[in-house]
Each structure stands twice: as structure tokens, then as C-alpha cells.
């Protein structure tokens, strides 16, 4: 009988076997694919010094060391953001679509957290949003967050249960729209918004709808979050009228595996808009814009149709 390999010899290929999943936790524990990128580089280099014969799970201890790396970028990252010119939003994660959802877009989505909610994390302490995260979307145990956090697992119990009460406090509803509801508002808002039809962008909005921007200082957009449909209404279709050209069109795109828009330049396919939406009752009662060109450049440009 052939004897199973024990978990020292599997761990010299255990970081690249959860790159993936560590890459994941990262990026929802910082909102940034940058930034979650040089802690899975620190991680690397910390995997690569310890001593593998004592790690009997190298997922878990994996995890311990991507969340600990990302709790002590959290406090940093919190000063940045307060002196980030205008309102700072997460980096979007895209990819394209067309027509039904197909078995890859489901599971993306099944795996993503959506804009809005990487959004309200911001309000969170690091301590809090590692604890929701941790357990709420990965469905990590208690005692594991307590390691990684230094805490007791009744202390990181009660994070997250603080966490999400504010996590639901800070969130607009989002009515439970299902996929095709999702579309649905936001193909009528593509299309409404290409034509700067007031009236029909009226329609798709919420009468409390919220518009999120983030230009970064480098690209202009709305310093401070636009309230209600007549006003944003009149902003996009401004916005329409006096920046896009022919050049520019309007693409369907799966935004942190909702459905969600992209502009891009026609000729080269570079993308230098990303919109993200919260739907509910068949209406947008949030959007979420991504215009910063710093968030941008690891989105594949679409391409020629």
C-alpha cells in the first residue's frame, strides 16, 4: 500500500495551492488589489522562513499570516484614505459578460463581495472588519480569527456580531434584486444615460438614490456622495453631454460579480470608468464610480467587438 504523503511534504507547494484564496481574503480585507498584492508578497517570503515540518494546516496558518499582514496595513490604510481627495472607493474587480450568466460568472459571483459592501467595510475597525470577513464570507471559526487576531474567540465573536450590526446600519437595502432584476436597471440606466434621456434615467432611479465617485484628485469627480434622482439624473445626462464622444462607448461587465458598466476608448479598449450598482424594486438606489486611473490599470481592456 502506497503510504500518503504527510503534510510536511505537502506544504513547500501549499502557498501557490491557496494563492487564489489568500489573494481573495486580502483583497476583502483592504479593498485594493495593490495593496492586497504586496502582502501576499510579504506572506511568500514569511511561508518560505517557517518551518514546515510543525505546520500541520497549511491553509490555516496561511491564513493567520495574511490576516495579520493585513490588520497592521488596515491602520495605515484608514490615515490614507481620510486624506484621499474626495471619497475613496474600493478598487473594482471586472469581468466581461454577454447575454446569460454562464457557469464562470456564477461562480464568481458566488466568491465576490460586492462594492457597495467593500464601501460600507470602510467603516469598520480593522479588528472588525477582519472578524466579518473572516467568518461571513469565508466561513472561518472563531478560535482560528482569535489566533489571528490575538484575541479570545469570544472576543472575535463579538466583533463580528459589532461588525455586522454596522455593517447593516450602513448599508442601503438592496431589496434581495435577483440577477436578472440586477440587469434589468442597468441596462435601462446604460441606455437611458447614453441617450441623456432625463426623464427615462428618472425612471431606473431610485427617488433616494445615492452617487458615489471617486476620481482620486487625478480625474474629475464629485468630491462629496450626490443625493436623489432628479439631481444625479441631470448629472449624468450633463456628464454624457459634455465628455463622451464618439470615441468612448458603454459596456456591460460583471463589477465584483454584479452586473455593472464599463466605458472604454473604442479604438484601443482601455477602460477609464467602472460603475457598480445597488438595485432594489427594480430600481438603483446606489451607484458606485470608479473614474481613478490608479484603480484601473489591471482591468483587461475589452475587447473589439
Not at 491564513?63 to 496595513?73: A, I, K, M, P, S
Not at 462629496?224 to 449624468?236: E, F, L, N, T, Y
Amino acid at each position: 500500500m502506497t503510504a500518503q504523503p504527510s503534510a510536511a511534504d505537502r506544504t513547500p507547494d501549499a502557498f501557490e495551492t491557496n494563492r487564489r484564496y489568500l489573494g481573495s481574503v486580502a483583497y476583502r480585507l483592504l479593498g485594493s488589489f495593490t495593496d492586497a498584492e504586496d502582502v501576499l508578497q510579504d506572506a511568500w517570503l514569511r511561508w518560505q522562513a517557517a518551518d514546515h515540518a510543525t505546520v500541520t494546516d497549511p491553509r490555516a496558518f496561511l491564513t493567520t499570516v495574511v490576516t495579520r499582514l493585513c490588520y497592521d496595513q488596515l491602520g495605515s490604510a484608514r490615515a490614507r484614505r481620510e486624506a484621499y481627495y474626495g471619497e475613496w472607493l474600493p478598487e473594482p474587480s471586472v469581468t466581461y459578460t454577454s447575454g446569460p450568466d454562464s457557469p464562470a460568472e456564477l461562480a464568481e459571483r458566488g466568491e465576490s463581495v460586492s462594492l457597495a459592501l467593500l464601501a460600507v467595510l470602510e467603516q469598520l475597525t480593522p479588528a472588525e472588519r477582519a472578524a466579518f470577513v473572516l467568518h461571513d464570507v469565508f466561513a472561518v471559526g472563531f478560535e482560528d480569527i482569535a489566533a489571528s487576531l490575538d484575541r479570545t474567540p469570544e472576543a472575535t465573536r463579538q466583533l463580528a456580531s459589532r461588525a455586522r450590526r454596522r455593517v447593516r446600519a450602513g448599508a442601503r437595502p438592496s431589496g434581495g434584486a435577483d440577477p436578472a432584476e440586477h440587469r434589468r436597471a442597468v441596462e435601462a440606466f446604460a441606455s437611458a444615460s447614453t441617450r441623456g434621456d432625463i426623464l427615462a434615467l428618472m425612471e431606473v432611479l431610485d427617488p433616494d438614490v445615492v452617487w458615489h465617485s471617486d476620481g482620486g484628485g487625478i480625474v474629475r469627480a464629485g468630491v462629496r456622495p450626490i443625493h436623489g434622482a432628479d439631481r444625479v439624473s441631470r448629472m449624468v445626462a450633463g456628464l454624457v453631454a459634455k465628455w463622451f464622444t464618439p470615441d468612448l462607448a458603454t459596456g456591460h461587465a460583471m463589477v465584483n460579480g454584479e452586473p455593472g458598466l464599463v466605458w472604454y476608448d473604442r479604438a484601443t479598449g482601455a477602460v477609464g470608468g467602472v460603475l457598480a450598482f445597488t438595485v432594489a424594486g427594480g430600481r438603483i438606489t446606489e451607484a458606485y464610480v470608479v473614474v481613478n486611473p490608479e484603480k484601473l490599470g489591471r482591468i483587461t481592456p475589452v475587447a473589439a467587438p
